[in-house]
């Protein structure tokens, strides 16, 4: 399974970039955010 890590900056388009990549690749985009809730539950 590919793994693409990524950061964002305001104005990089990083979130047009990750659908992109989400949508050529067929892989889920997993943001910050998942992961820690997942984190968390730990």
């Known amino acids: ?3 693409v890590a990524m ?3 305001m104005g990089s388009l990083g979130m ?3 659908r992109i990549l989400e949508s050529e690749l067929r ?3 997993v943001y910050h ?3 820690n809730n997942l984190a968390d539950k730990m």
């Open 27 to 29: 892989v889920p985009v």
């Open 1 to 3: 399974m590919p793994l």
């Open 33 to 35: 955010e998942m992961i």
């Open 7 to 9: 950061t964002r900056e």
């Open 16 to 18: 047009d970039v990750a």
